[in-house]
């Protein structure tokens, strides 16, 4: 099990960018998959973005595909979401999830996948 915080959210107009950020507990974080999921008011919450524990492997969504860059730094135990080209409708709460990987070549979009989740950092997309 990793604890999970992220940090970076905030308020920024249409067609700017933010990096949200999110800091892994733990020995064996290169061993983790992991995930960057979204919810908006209202809505159910969505995948943005997956990374294999090795890095190598990614997937997007077709609607953040290439406007959103996953990326981790195993050293730090940081993996980050850097967004580009935001849009009103990226506004949501940002969640950072992991989960073990023994095969650190898999990147899972799936919620369900997932074991442990942080407490979410707030992106506002101003029109």
């Known amino acids: 099990q990793v604890q999970l915080v992220e940090s970076g959210g905030g308020l920024v107009q249409t067609g700017g960018s933010l990096r949200v950020s999110c800091a892994a507990s733990?020995?064996?974080?290169?061993?983790?998959?992991m995930g960057w999921f979204r919810q908006a008011p209202g809505k159910e919450r969505e995948i943005v973005a997956a990374?294999?524990?090795?890095?190598?492997?990614?997937y997007y969504p077709d609607s953040v595909k290439g406007r959103f860059i996953i990326s981790r730094d195993n050293a730090k135990n940081m993996v980050y979401l850097q967004m580009n080209s935001l849009k009103p409708e990226d506004t949501a709460v940002y969640y950072c999830?992991?989960?073990?990987?023994?095969?650190?070549?898999?990147?899972?979009?799936?919620?369900?996948?997932?074991?442990?989740w942080g407490q979410g950092t707030q992106v506002t997309v101003s029109p």
């Open positions: 733990g020995r064996t974080f290169s061993s983790y998959a």
């Open positions: 999830a992991g989960r073990p990987a023994p095969n650190s070549r898999i990147a899972y979009q799936f919620m369900v996948s997932y074991n442990d």
């Open positions: 990374i294999s524990g090795s890095g190598t492997i990614t």
